[in-house]
């Protein structure tokens, strides 16, 4: 592969790369609020589990 060769194959990459941060973006509102939630259970869990004992 020639330079020009190389730079068409960077250039591919970086806008695949560009297109799955911006898609990642767009699913954000969603993904934030589920994060969190799925974070508040773990914390939970991890709560339960210490006190069980006792």
Do not use: N, S, Y
């Not at 914390?43 to 006190?51: F, Q, R």
């Amino acid at each position: 592969m020639g330079v020009a060769g190389w730079r068409f194959a960077h250039m591919k990459r970086t806008l695949r790369v560009r297109a799955v941060v911006v898609g990642v973006l767009e699913e954000l509102p969603f993904i934030c609020p589920v994060a969190v939630a799925i974070g508040a259970l773990i914390m939970i869990g991890i709560t339960l589990c210490k006190d069980w004992p006792q």
